[in-house]
């Protein structure tokens, strides 16, 4: 589903991204972790085809990347909800841009288990809340990829997990190809099959792990997994930082 090949990218002076090369089939998820502004929004931007490449080759679906391509789903790091619409006029936003009939996104909502809620503001909701309306949002457009910043980070540990759990289903269910940009070394390695750790900027890959034990928080397999990705993390940080 994404072919990436030495891709570079750079903010005019500022290098943000060098050299960052992976593979990932369809149907599979990638967690991408990282230190602050070592580039992982800018990667996120690359492939919804936001920003272009400045070096290298990146192709989703075997095609360019393209900012219109209709499969591909961006949740942004602040969730993008309009506050001064409802939950399910705010679920809905993406079907409306596209001209595509509304009830899809009552469906998606029940899928993510807040049906009930619909007729409320983004006010009135808990922050779990307002991350399950951006992803129903995303969801209602029936994705084939889905690109997350972030999602859970304004979450406390315990919706946190929830929230990781609603979205190891979503992936059981559709079969959607997922990236998932996080800080949590923990939440990378129970919800991606492939695991890439960047350096601090520019980033660059200094560890890409393939993770059998996806959807297992217990395993040892799983916490050989923590401690090496922390320990490429680190590594990363002492080399390049
Ligand atoms: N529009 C921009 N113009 C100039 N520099 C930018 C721009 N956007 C990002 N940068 C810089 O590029 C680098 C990578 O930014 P990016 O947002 O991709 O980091 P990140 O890994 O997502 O960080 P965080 O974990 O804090 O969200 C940072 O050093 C940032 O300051
Ligand atoms: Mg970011």
């Known amino acids: 589903m994404i072919?990436?090949?030495?891709?570079?990218?750079?903010?005019?002076?500022?290098v943000a991204l060098r050299d960052v090369s992976f593979a990932l089939p369809a149907g599979q998820t990638l967690?991408?972790?990282?230190?602050?502004?070592?580039?992982?929004?800018?990667?996120?931007?690359l492939i919804a085809g936001l920003l272009e490449p400045a070096t290298g080759r990146l192709t989703v679906a075997g095609q360019p990347i393209n900012p219109r391509r209709?499969?591909?789903s961006l949740i942004m790091q602040d969730y993008g909800l309009l506050p001064w619409k409802t939950v399910r006029e705010n679920a809905a936003l993406g079907l409306i841009i596209r001209g595509l009939p509304r009830?899809?996104?009552?469906q998606a909502l029940a899928e993510?288990?807040?049906?009930?809620?619909?007729?409320?503001?983004?006010h009135q909701l808990s922050g779990g809340q307002r991350q399950r309306v951006a992803i129903a949002r995303s969801l209602a457009l029936d994705p084939d990829l889905l690109l997350m910043d972030e999602p859970?980070?304004?979450?406390?540990?315990?919706?946190?997990?929830?929230?990781?759990?609603?979205?190891l289903s979503i992936w059981q269910r559709h079969g959607t190809t997922m990236v998932l940009v996080t800080h949590s070394i923990?939440?990378?390695?129970?919800?991606?099959?492939?695991?890439?750790v960047l350096s601090p900027r520019p980033g660059q890959v200094v560890g890409h792990f393939q993770n059998p034990s996806v959807g297992d928080r217990r395993s040892r397999a799983y916490h050989e997994l923590v401690n090496n990705v922390r320990d490429a993390l680190e590594k990363g940080v002492a080399q390049h930082g």
Do not use: N
């Open 70 to 72: 209709p499969g591909t």
């Open 152 to 167: 859970f980070s304004a979450l406390d540990a315990l919706t946190r997990e929830e929230m990781q759990d609603t979205l």
């Open 186 to 196: 923990t939440e990378a390695v129970y919800l991606g099959h492939q695991i890439m």
């Open 3 to 14: 072919r990436a090949e030495s891709v570079g990218y750079s903010y005019k002076e500022t």
């Open 112 to 122: 993510i288990g807040i049906r009930e809620l619909g007729d409320r503001w983004p």
């Open 103 to 106: 009830d899809r996104a009552d």
């Open 31 to 45: 967690a991408v972790v990282g230190p602050s502004g070592c580039g992982k929004t800018t990667l996120l931007s």
